[in-house]
């Protein structure tokens, strides 16, 4: 039973780390826009919030998708 919680909690601590490394790869990404085409006043607070949002959204998605495909591909151990 210990292995069962220590596996989940590595499994927990790599989705963390996933994230975190992808919304700043997102934000760091983010950085390149110019952001005064789009938008009135983008130095002000709401303008960085935005880009925060943004890239939480982004990183969020892109570590999900890398989340499904690993989970993926330990499950084509099954088709054969």
Same mark, same amino acid.
């Given at each position: 039973m210990l292995f069962d919680t220590?596996?989940? =909690?590595?499994? =927990?601590l790599v989705q963390i780390?996933?994230? +975190? %490394?992808?919304?700043g790869l997102a934000w760091w990404g983010l950085q390149n826009v110019r952001w005064d085409i789009f938008l009135l006043k983008p130095n002000s607070p709401q303008g960085k919030l935005m880009v925060?949002?943004?890239?939480? +959204? +982004? =990183?969020?998605?892109?570590?999900q998708f890398f989340r499904?495909? %690993? =989970?993926?591909t330990t499950l084509l151990k099954h088709l054969f």
């Open positions: 220590t596996s989940m =909690g590595i499994d =927990g780390l996933l994230s +975190i %490394f992808f919304i925060i949002l943004l890239s939480i +959204i +982004i =990183g969020s998605l892109v570590a499904d495909y %690993f =989970g993926w």
